[in-house]
T-cell receptor, first 112, second 109 residues
């Protein structure tokens, strides 16, 4: 039973389109994260949030943006998708003191 | 050099074998996590350790803080254990996870 939900699961979209990847969690976690993972490679942190109205950039530079208007919702937006954005995007949240991470099922994005 | 190193990168085992995956790290940590990623892409948290040993079913995770090393053991392996196993550490500052590259395990019937 997933407590963190990502939609869509798969997305194929044309170059130049604006897209928003959705992430919602029902656990009341303050800290949330977005990771990018290319096939066969490790996860890289692209954005995180300490709570409402907090957003921070991660270790990997990304052209995407995020927002955190509600505790449970942490959407990621690409204003103009490019083939280089093709990747898997995973959302996660964690309990206080960064223990107990929960991951979503991921969104596999293909930009053609 | 990566801050979190896992070995082996790939591992093939026969059903029933005892499996060990190793993780070494070079940074100060507040906790170490073992994660499992199936081909569909979703990630499940298996263990979070800050010291000692934890056991859940056929899975055992150990950590040696002094040596900066952790191991994940699978007893009586089964084809359904086939997945990528990822070691990740929470650093001491912002607490974000630093990931290893993962170990791809394939258990043959």
């Amino acid at each position: 039973e997933a407590d963190i939900y990502q939609t869509p699961r798969y997305l194929v979209i044309g170059t130049g389109k604006k897209i928003t990847l959705e992430c919602s969690q029902t656990m009341g976690h303050d800290k949330m994260y977005w990771y990018q993972q290319d096939p066969g490679m490790e996860l890289h942190l692209i954005h995180y949030s300490y709570g409402v109205n907090s957003t921070e950039k991660g270790d990997l530079s990304s052209e995407s943006t995020v927002s955190r208007i509600r505790t449970e919702h942490f959407p990621l937006t690409l204003e103009s998708a490019r083939p280089s954005h093709t990747s898997q995007y995973l959302c996660a949240s964690s309990e206080p003191a960064n223990y107990g991470y929960t991951f979503g099922s991921g969104t596999r994005l293909t930009v053609v | 050099k990566n801050e979190v190193e896992q070995s082996p990168q790939n591992l093939t085992a026969q059903e029933g074998e005892f499996i060990t995956i190793n993780c070494s790290y070079s940074v100060g940590i507040s906790a170490l996590h073992w994660l499992q990623q199936h081909p569909g892409g979703g990630i499940v948290s298996l263990f979070m350790l800050s010291s000692g040993k934890k056991k859940h079913g056929r899975l055992i995770a150990t950590i040696n803080i002094q040596e900066k090393h952790s191991s994940l053991h699978i007893t009586a392996s089964h084809p359904r254990d086939s997945a990528v196993y990822i070691c990740a550490v929470s650093d001491g500052s912002q607490g974000n996870l630093i990931f290893g590259k993962g170990t791809k395990l394939s258990v043959k019937p």
